[in-house]
C-alpha cells in the first residue's frame, strides 16, 4: 500500500555532493554522517548509494543504529561511545566507539576492546576527553584508528576555528592514532588544513549549505511532495484553516495536501511556504499548517485536482529562512509517514 506523501530523494545529487566534498578535502578521506537515519532519508539507503561511490567511513550516534547498519558490512563509527548497556555489542566488533570520556576509555580497556576512535574536546565542551589527559597518557596502549574533534563554529568566520585546529594538531603522533579528524561539512569549506586525514561532513551532503560559500556547489536531495484531498472554491470574505487567519480576498481555488507538521512540515511554513506544479508555477501556502493537513492557492493551476501530487518547496536555506527552523531540524523532521522514492536525478 502506497502512502498519500513521499520524499522524493535525488540520488545522484546526494553523490554529486559527496564527490564535491570529497574534492575540496584533498588529500583527506571523505566519510559521511548518516546519524538520525541518514538525516531523515534513510540511512541504509544513503550508505549504499555512498559506499557504491567510495565512502568508506561512516558515523551514527548510537549502537542501535550501528546494528541496523550492520548487514551492510560497512566502516561505521558510534559517536557517543560504550555505556555499560553498550558492551555486549561493541565487542562483536560491528562498529568502532568513539570514545568520548575518561570513564569511557577505562571501561573499553578493561572489557579486552580493541581498535577504537576517540574524541578529544578542543573548546567546544560537549563530547570529548581532555588535551591534557591526552597527552598525560590516558590513552597508551589503546590501539586507536581516529583521534578526532570536532569544531564549534566552523559555519562562521572565527578565530576560535583556527584554535581548535592547533589544538588537533598538536595531539599529532601524542597517541597510536592512524588518523587525525576535525572537519565536519562547513569545516571542510575552512580549507585542507582543516582536513588532516578524514573529514566527516553530514547536512552538506543532504543539500543543506552550512556556510554561504558553499550553496553554488551543493545540490538539493529532497523534495516532500504529497496528494491532494480536495480541491474547492473559497468565496471573498471566507477564511481558511485554524485560527482563520487567512481570509479570501477574492473567490479562490484551494487544494487541501496530505502533509502537515506530524511529518516534519512545520508549522512555520503558515501563510509562507511554497508548493509548485511540474511547470513550476508556484502556489502559496495559505492559513496554519495543520498536524496532517496544508491548504494551497492553486487559482494558478486549474489542472491540478484531486489525486494529483505537488511538491513543496524545500531547497533548505529557503526554506529554513521561511519556517524559523534550523536546515538540520527540517530534514530530521522528516517522519515516517513518507514514503521515500529515490531516483536518479531531475
Not at 590513552?139 to 592547533?166: F, P, W
Not at 560559500?213 to 491532494?228: E, K
Request: proline share 3%; net charge neutral; with cysteine.
Amino acid at each position: 500500500m502506497t502512502a498519500p506523501l513521499r520524499l522524493r530523494l535525488d540520488a545522484a545529487a546526494l553523490v554529486a555532493n559527496w564527490r564535491t566534498l570529497d574534492r575540496l578535502s584533498g588529500a583527506a578521506a571523505c566519510g559521511a554522517a548518516v546519524k538520525a537515519d541518514g538525516y531523515g532519508l534513510g540511512a541504509a539507503q544513503v550508505v549504499q548509494r555512498l559506499a557504491a561511490a567510495g565512502a568508506r567511513d561512516f558515523f551514527v550516534s548510537n549502537w542501535a543504529e550501528a546494528v541496523a547498519l550492520a548487514p551492510l558490512g560497512v566502516t561505521v563509527s558510534v559517536l557517543h561511545g560504550v555505556r555499560d548497556e553498550d558492551r555486549g555489542v561493541a565487542l562483536t566488533g560491528i562498529a568502532r566507539p568513539v570514545l568520548n570520556t575518561d570513564a569511557q576509555v577505562a571501561r573499553w580497556r578493561e572489557a579486552g576492546g580493541g581498535l577504537c576512535d576517540v574524541m578529544v574536546d578542543t573548546g567546544m565542551n560537549r563530547l570529548g576527553v581532555s588535551a591534557a589527559a591526552v597527552t598525560g597518557g590516558l590513552l597508551d596502549g589503546l590501539r586507536i584508528e581516529t583521534l578526532m574533534s570536532h569544531l564549534a563554529c566552523a559555519d562562521e568566520d572565527s578565530a576560535m576555528n583556527d584554535r581548535q585546529r592547533v589544538a588537533l594538531a598538536g595531539l599529532a603522533g601524542r597517541t597510536s592514532a592512524r588518523r587525525l579528524s576535525l572537519a565536519n561539512s562547513a569545516g571542510v569549506a575552512l580549507g585542507c588544513g582543516y582536513a588532516f586525514d578524514l573529514v566527516r561532513p553530514g547536512l552538506a551532503l543532504y543539500g543543506g549549505v552550512p556556510r554561504p560559500d558553499m550553496a553554488a556547489i551543493l545540490r538539493q536531495v529532497v523534495t516532500p511532495q504529497a496528494q491532494v484531498l480536495q480541491r474547492r472554491r473559497v468565496s471573498t470574505g471566507a477564511t481558511v484553516g485554524y485560527n482563520a487567519t487567512w481570509t479570501a480576498t477574492h473567490d479562490t481555488e484551494v487544494a487541501i495536501l496530505n502533509i502537515g507538521y506530524a511529518d516534519g512540515y512545520a508549522r512555520g511554513f503558515s501563510d509562507r511556504g511554497c508548493a509548485r506544479v511540474a511547470d513550476g508555477t508556484a502556489l502559496p501556502v495559505i492559513g496554519r499548517v495543520s498536524m496532517d493537513l496544508i491548504a494551497i492557492d492553486v487559482s494558478a493551476a486549474p489542472g491540478v485536482l484531486e489525486g494529483d501530487w505537488i511538491g513543496l518547496d524545500f531547497a533548505l536555506p529557503a526554506a529554513s529562512a521561511a519556517c524559523g527552523l534550523s536546515q538540520y531540524e527540517l530534514l530530521t523532521r522528516l517522519g515516517p509517514r513518507y514514503d521515500r522514492e529515490w531516483v536518479s536525478g531531475a
